[in-house]
């Protein structure tokens, strides 16, 4: 028998927390092309055209998007081209070239007025233009690609650039007391464990030639508030060494809190129908956050190594 066709696949948002991720978790018989903002402006629909014709992949996981939920409130046409229009483009260049496209998305496409986790088909009321943006990329890759895989998470952390888990240890390093908001509620999820399910599915697809397309919801469990969110950073932060001491965290009301974008009260996933799919239940956020911090750590110390190197006197000759 003669060995599996290498596959290939385009990430875009290579530089992201879950591009970062793929790029690291990618499976052996893959060809990753990534791409950054800088190597690819996916706001150009001529140049994903040019592109992805030029490349001509199995697959495309775009993990690119306009993430700053506050400032969306005030550039609404820069969070419409990218999570939106450019989405959609991004469908249509897939399309032309006959590659499936997985899309990250976010549980910030709900209301988050119920009670009970949301299920896929549940009805999408997003309150701030962020949410609204990513609906309507959900909406525009849904109209010009069958072949494709919404995938929504919430509340992302890693290694890689801005997240909860880091502003929180910054904020540790120079207050000893915080305030986080202890009425919204969601479920934190680490973008390693978001790349480790995309590849899976991935692998699947190669597999199989298809998938059951659609829209599927991922999250690390169990649900939590920011607060508990943040009083579990600091307690495994303070173990593994990256924190002396922990600082008093107060929980308040989300009205409290001085924020332009309004967020969701209960944005819980239901994550039953991807769990049946692989066969799997979904990792526990508090183990993923340990591996984060553990690598959060390393760098810390591989950084305190260079610079005590860098400051070592060189021997007189």
Same mark, same amino acid.
């Given at each position: 028998?003669?060995?599996?066709?290498?596959?290939?696949?385009? $990430?875009? +948002? #290579?530089?992201?927390?879950? !591009?970062?991720?793929? /790029?690291?978790? =990618?499976?052996?018989?893959?060809?990753? *092309?990534?791409?950054?903002?800088?190597?690819?402006?996916?706001?150009?629909?001529?140049?994903?055209?040019?592109?992805?014709?030029?490349?001509?992949?199995?697959?495309?996981?775009?993990?690119?998007?306009?993430?700053?939920?506050?400032?969306?409130?005030?550039?609404?046409?820069?969070?419409?081209?990218?999570?939106?229009?450019?989405?959609?483009?991004?469908?249509?260049?897939?399309?032309?070239?006959?590659?499936?496209?997985?899309?990250?998305?976010?549980?910030?496409?709900?209301?988050?007025?119920?009670?009970?986790?949301?299920?896929?088909?549940?009805?999408?009321?997003?309150?701030? $233009?962020? +949410? #609204?943006?990513?609906?309507? !990329?959900?909406?525009? /890759?849904?109209? =010009?690609?069958?072949?494709?895989?919404? *995938?929504?998470?919430?509340?992302?952390?890693?290694?890689?650039?801005?997240?909860?888990?880091?502003?929180?240890?910054?904020?540790?390093?120079?207050?000893?007391?915080?305030?986080?908001?202890?009425?919204?509620?969601?479920?934190?999820?680490?973008?390693?464990?978001?790349?480790?399910?995309?590849?899976?599915?991935?692998?699947?697809?190669?597999?199989?030639?298809?998938?059951?397309?659609?829209?599927?919801?991922?999250?690390?469990?169990?649900?939590?508030?920011?607060?508990?969110?943040?009083?579990?950073?600091?307690?495994?932060?303070?173990?593994?060494?990256?924190?002396?001491?922990?600082?008093?965290?107060?929980?308040?009301?989300?009205?409290?809190?001085?924020?332009?974008?309004?967020?969701?009260?209960?944005?819980?996933?239901?994550?039953?129908?991807?769990?049946?799919?692989?066969?799997?239940?979904?990792?526990?956020?508090?183990?993923?956050?340990?591996?984060?911090?553990?690598?959060?750590?390393?760098?810390?110390?591989?950084?305190?190594?260079?610079?005590?190197?860098?400051?070592?006197?060189?021997?007189?000759?």
């Amino acid at each position: 028998m003669g060995e599996t066709l290498v596959k290939k696949v385009l $990430v875009t +948002g #290579a530089a992201g927390q879950v !591009g970062t991720e793929l /790029l690291r978790l =990618a499976p052996q018989r893959v060809e990753v *092309v990534a791409y950054d903002s800088a190597a690819l402006d996916i706001t150009d629909a001529g140049k994903l055209q040019q592109e992805f014709a030029r490349q001509q992949p199995d697959l495309v996981i775009n993990a690119a998007a306009y993430t700053a939920v506050e400032l969306a409130q005030s550039e609404r046409e820069r969070a419409f081209a990218v999570n939106a229009r450019a989405v959609e483009a991004m469908a249509q260049a897939a399309a032309n070239t006959g590659a499936a496209l997985f899309h990250l998305s976010t549980d910030y496409v709900f209301a988050g007025d119920g009670s009970r986790p949301y299920l896929e088909q549940d009805c999408t009321t997003p309150l701030s $233009v962020y +949410g #609204a943006s990513k609906l309507a !990329g959900e909406q525009g /890759l849904a109209a =010009a690609l069958p072949e494709h895989l919404i *995938v929504r998470t919430s509340w992302v952390f890693g290694v890689q650039g801005s997240n909860f888990v880091k502003t929180m240890l910054r904020l540790a390093a120079e207050r000893d007391q915080l305030a986080v908001v202890a009425d919204q509620h969601g479920c934190p999820t680490s973008a390693a464990s978001i790349a480790t399910v995309l590849w899976q599915l991935a692998q699947r697809y190669f597999a199989a030639g298809s998938l059951p397309w659609g829209t599927y919801h991922f999250c690390n469990a169990p649900a939590c508030s920011w607060h508990e969110f943040a009083v579990e950073i600091f307690r495994q932060a303070q173990a593994a060494g990256l924190l002396v001491t922990t600082p008093v965290v107060t929980p308040i009301a989300g009205a409290d809190y001085p924020a332009t974008a309004p967020r969701p009260a209960y944005s819980v996933l239901d994550c039953r129908k991807l769990e049946q799919l692989l066969g799997q239940q979904v990792p526990q956020w508090q183990q993923e956050l340990a591996l984060v911090l553990q690598q959060l750590k390393m760098q810390q110390e591989r950084s305190q190594t260079n610079k005590n190197s860098s400051n070592r006197p060189s021997a007189k000759r």
